[in-house]
């Protein structure tokens, strides 16, 4: 026999020199589910491990956090006043500007801060964009989006993440934000965004599910590859600085055809239902987290990802599972 494949596998040394994929902890973003109030920490059901914070408790998380390593966080404004034109999304005393200010005045720029764009927990019915007769509105979405945006670039953050899926709103974000000197605000793209059951805890924990019908005229159907590509072309032509593939396990063959065809870095959100699948089934004794969660990680990595959004990502430090 000529070919032994087994040779390199006959000890962790050898494993570790040809290991094709490495992770690292600069390739995490951990997200939070901020709230109005002060003293809250309140503990997601359908996501064990995972509480929505008011700001003071946020800014304590968060130190807590920096401590381990975790320094890129995604954050999601939870439970503001809703209106039909959702115009608490660009409230400039929201709670996520709140936040943004708070973090950034105790801890700087050792912190670098996203933030979520969408109006599906700032609308009455839910949607990501505003309904007219029962339709999500593509072009009037695009206004209020990008004044989201452009708040939130106010207060401080870092780079916007628009996860509404209308068409055009990289370009509106980008004139917007640049009308404005956020010229050097990037922009994540959720560019191929599937309309997905694995949003189902994340709903609950952000308060943004819709009341009336689903996303599926602005989010993708799971059945469709190649549309992903012209959604990543289209964001990338506009001006995104990343684009992102959610959900990533169950669509780890988009991740790699996205990344084959940009060359900008290619973001992937690990969403709520895979991690609640994790955690559910590991704290019934039926898997090991560990073992579970890191390959999943490898996976993503291995798929094309540059960047993992994941839940895991305070467990993966806290543990020292890298
Ligand atoms: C808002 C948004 C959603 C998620 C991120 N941003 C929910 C949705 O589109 O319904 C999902 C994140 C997760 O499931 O962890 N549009
Ligand atoms: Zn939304």
Redesign the pocket.
Same mark, same amino acid.
């Given at each position: 026999m000529i070919h032994r494949p087994r040779r390199l596998r006959k000890n962790p040394i050898i494993r570790e020199l040809i290991a094709e994929t490495r992770l690292s902890k600069d390739m995490f973003i951990y997200?939070y589910f901020v709230v109005k109030g002060k003293g809250i920490i309140q503990p997601i059901d359908a996501m064990p491990g995972i509480s929505r914070f008011s700001v003071d408790e946020l800014v304590k998380d968060v130190e807590r956090g920096l401590k381990l390593g975790v320094n890129k966080i995604l954050l999601?404004g939870v439970g503001e006043d809703k209106f039909e034109d959702a115009h608490s999304s660009y409230d400039k005393n929201s709670v996520i500007s709140d936040a943004i200010i708070q973090l950034k005045k105790n801890f700087g720029d050792s912190l670098y801060i996203c933030t979520?764009v969408?109006l599906?927990?700032y609308t009455t019915h839910g949607h990501?964009g505003i309904l007219h007769d029962d339709y999500v509105d593509n072009d009037s979405s695009l206004e209020i989006l990008a004044k989201m945006a452009l708040s939130h670039a106010r207060a401080g953050a870092d780079m916007v993440a628009p996860?509404?899926?209308m068409d055009g709103r990289i370009a509106a974000m980008r004139k917007m934000l640049d009308e404005n000197n956020f010229v050097n605000t990037p922009i994540m793209s959720?560019a191929t965004?599937y309309a %997905?059951a694995? +949003?189902?805890?994340?709903?609950e924990?952000?308060d943004?599910?819709?009341g009336k019908g689903d996303?599926k005229s602005y989010?993708m159907d799971f059945r469709n590859l190649n549309e992903s590509l012209r959604e990543a072309k289209l964001d990338e032509a506009e001006g995104a600085d990343i684009v992102m593939v959610?959900?990533a396990l169950a669509y780890l063959d988009v991740i790699r055809a996205v990344r084959e065809n940009t060359h900008l870095p290619v973001a992937c959100?690990?969403? %709520?239902?895979? +991690?609640t699948m994790v955690k559910v089934a590991a704290q019934a004794n039926f898997i090991d987290e560990q073992k579970i969660v890191m390959e999943n990680m490898y996976a993503f990595t291995r798929a094309g990802a540059n960047i993992i959004i994941s839940?895991h990502v305070r467990d993966i430090l806290k543990n020292n599972w890298l």
């Open positions: 997200p999601f979520d969408c599906c927990a990501c996860s509404d899926m959720y965004k %997905s694995y +949003y189902g805890p994340f709903r924990a952000a943004s599910a819709p996303r989010q959610k959900p959100y690990n969403v %709520s239902a895979e +991690y839940y």
